[in-house]
């Protein structure tokens, strides 16, 4: 049975099988790349299933990487990184390397 490489932004995650090839093909958050010779499928692509960049904790200086915010997985004062998209991570590096020049 072929094991088939899964990847998310670029990082493989997983090798999937059976199933689970099964399973990602139907998932709305998977595109499967297919071989054009063979018509089999080489990899899948994931991407986010869901946005949360619209909730209120998420709003705010886009220059913060961190946020103070209780949750489950969150206890009370511990800050939690900001996640950054792939597309938009070159904008942030930008930032902080033009706020280190602007600093020395």
Partial sequence: MSRIPVYFFGARIEWATGARVKELLQAPNATAVIDRKTGQVKRFNLVEFSDDRT???????PRRYSFDYETDQNPPRCW????LRRDTA?????SVTDCLKKAA
């Fill in 55 to 61: 909730m209120e904790v998420h709003r705010g200086n």
């Fill in 80 to 83: 939690t990184l900001r996640y």
């Fill in 90 to 94: 070159g904008l942030y590096k930008l």
